[in-house]
T-cell receptor, first 115, second 117 residues
Framework: EPEVTQTPSHQVTQMGQEVILRCVPI?????FYWYRQILGQKVEFLVS????????KSEIFDDQFSVERPDGSNFTLKIRSTKLEDSAMYFC?????????????FGPGTRLTVT | AQKVTQAQTEISVVEKEDVTLDCVYE???????LFWYKQPPSGELVFLIR??????QNEISGRYSWNFQKSTSSFNFTITASQVVDSAVYFC??????????????FGKGTKLSVIP
């Protein structure tokens, strides 16, 4: 069964450093998402991406964040200058259709620790 | 804007007891999906169920059952004869069906279930 994959599973970085979290969505999917979960808290929407551009973003997704689909398979989340409060689990998800239907499939997550 | 409330932060039950996890949602839209996800200690999100707002039929899957009541905007989840492997954080979520948005999920804060042997 196809699945969303994410690398790395755990990333440790120092405050102020740039990090790139990588995701490989399911191959025929069209919509891509990043969510964040600070430890012990709820899962929060960051950004959605469709047709090679951001379709929607939350207020969390400020200028230090960016997303990219550099090739036909990867979908990345870049945090330009990490802060301690960026420590969280980051989930990638993808969805097949461009309409309102279709299920979001989540990856296993990347745990980001900023020291 | 949508909102999902899971009032129970933590629940502990003894193995084989039944347990119900509550979920109340708010949305002005009339068409939406409701979801339950399980997050075991390993951290991944495991999809459990999706319900369409048009379909208020309750659903049963093995030891799991879901009670959807549009009149009270609730979508509760019951585990019958709980097992230690059910210990996890459970999230309720909502997303819209209509409109021009990207259909992102709105999650509740989760309920941590501990099943004691």
């Amino acid at each position: 069964e196809p699945e969303v994959t994410q690398t790395p599973s755990h990333q440790v970085t120092q405050m102020g450093q740039e990090v790139i979290l990588r995701c490989v969505p399911i191959s025929n999917h069209l919509y891509f998402y990043w969510y964040r979960q600070i430890l012990g808290q709820k899962v929060e929407f960051l950004v959605s991406f469709y047709n090679n551009e951001i379709s929607e973003k939350s207020e969390i997704f400020d200028d230090q964040f960016s997303v990219e689909r550099p090739d036909g398979s990867n979908f990345t989340l870049k945090i330009r200058s990490t802060k301690l409060e960026d420590s969280a689990m980051y989930f990638c998800a993808s969805r097949a259709t461009s309409g309102s239907g279709g299920e979001q499939y989540f990856g296993p997550g990347t745990r980001l620790t900023v020291t | 804007a949508q909102k999902v409330t899971q009032a129970q932060t933590e629940i502990s039950v003894v193995e084989k007891e039944d347990v119900t996890l509550d979920c109340v949602y708010e949305t002005r839209d009339t068409t939406y999906y409701l979801f339950w996800y399980k997050q075991p200690p390993s951290g991944e999100l495991v999809f459990l169920i999706r319900r369409n707002s048009f379909d208020e039929q309750n659903e049963i899957s093995g030891r799991y059952s879901w009670n959807f009541q549009k009149s009270t905007s609730s979508f509760n989840f019951t585990i019958t004869a709980s097992q230690v492997v059910d210990s996890a954080v459970y999230f309720c979520a909502l997303r819209l069906i209509s409109g021009a948005g990207s259909y992102q999920l709105t999650f509740g804060k989760g309920t941590k279930l501990s099943v004691i042997p």
